[in-house]
C-alpha cells in the first residue's frame, strides 16, 4: 500500500543550475572594443570602401570640426593675445572661446538628435583641460589630458601585444563573431601584433614631439603639433588598419 506523498512532494523541482560559463575578460574586452569600433564606422564585415571608413571614423565634417577647432581657436588667440613682457597670453579668453566652441557643437547635437558621445566626451576634455590650466594659470597644462590619453591607450596597445592579446585582435575577433579563435592562427596573430604596436607607436611619437614643447612652454609650438599629430596621422594608420584586417578576412585569405 502506497502512503501518502510527503508534504511538499508536490511542488516543481528546482530548476537545474546553468551550466553557462560566464564571458572571460577578454570576451568582455573585445566586446567593448568591438562596439565602440562599429559605432566608429569600422566594422571589417562591412563592404565598405576605405576612403568611406576612414571618413566614417574621423566623423564626417562635423568630426572633424568638433576634433580641430577648440584647439585651433586656443592657440590662434593665445598666440595673438601673447605678452612677451608676461610671457603669456590671455588664458581666459582662449580658453573660453575654446569651451565655448565645444558646448555650441554639443548644443547642435543634441538640437538635430544626432549621437551627442562625441561631442560630450569633447567638450568634457575640453573643460576639464581649460580648468586645470586656469587653476595653474599656464596656458601649456590646456594640453595634460591629451597627454595622459596618449600614455594610457599607447601602453595599453603595447602591453597587449606584448603578452599576445593585442587589443585590435579582440575589437576584431568580436566583430567578426570568431571570439579569441585568431589567436590560434599565427598570421592574424602576427598581422594583429604589429597593428597594435603601430597605435602604440602613435601615441608614443606624439609623447616624445610634444612632451619637450610642454616643459619648455611654448604653447603656440605644441598646439599647433598637437593639431598636425592628430587627425592627419590618425587617418592613414586606420586605413592601414582597415585595408590588413580586411585582407586577413577576405575570402582568399580563408
Do not use: C
Not at 24 to 52: I, M, N, Q, Y
Amino acid at each position: 500500500m502506497t502512503g501518502a506523498p510527503p508534504a511538499g512532494s508536490d511542488r516543481e523541482p528546482d530548476p537545474a543550475p546553468s551550466l553557462t560559463p560566464p564571458p572571460s575578460a577578454s570576451a568582455l574586452v573585445g566586446a567593448a572594443l568591438g562596439e565602440a569600433a562599429k559605432r566608429a564606422g569600422l566594422d571589417p564585415a562591412e563592404d565598405a570602401p576605405t576612403g568611406h571608413v576612414v571618413w566614417r571614423a574621423m566623423g564626417g565634417w562635423r568630426g572633424i570640426l568638433e576634433s580641430v577647432l577648440p584647439s585651433l581657436v586656443f592657440v590662434v588667440v593665445f598666440t595673438v593675445t601673447y605678452d612677451r613682457t608676461t610671457q603669456t597670453g590671455n588664458l581666459w579668453l582662449s580658453l573660453g572661446l575654446s569651451v565655448g566652441l565645444a558646448a555650441v557643437f554639443t548644443i547642435i547635437r543634441l538640437v538635430t538628435k544626432s549621437p551627442p558621445a562625441a561631442a560630450i566626451g569633447g567638450l568634457v576634455a575640453t573643460a576639464g583641460a581649460a580648468a586645470l590650466a586656469l587653476f595653474t594659470g599656464r596656458g601649456q597644462d590646456n594640453f595634460v589630458f591629451g597627454f595622459v590619453t596618449n600614455a594610457v591607450y599607447g601602453t595599453a596597445l603595447l602591453v597587449s601585444a606584448l603578452i599576445g592579446w593585442s587589443l585590435i585582435g579582440l575589437a576584431v575577433g568580436f566583430l567578426m563573431s570568431e571570439g579569441t579563435r585568431w589567436r590560434a592562427d599565427k598570421r592574424k596573430r602576427r598581422v594583429f601584433f604589429w597593428l597594435a604596436i603601430s597605435w602604440a607607436g602613435l601615441f608614443a611619437f606624439r609623447l616624445a614631439v610634444q612632451l619637450p614643447l610642454y616643459f619648455s612652454g611654448d604653447v603656440t609650438a605644441l598646439g599647433t603639433l598637437k593639431l598636425i599629430m592628430g587627425l592627419p596621422l590618425f587617418a592613414p594608420l586606420v586605413a592601414v588598419t582597415w585595408l590588413a584586417v580586411r585582407a586577413l578576412y577576405s575570402p582568399s585569405a580563408r
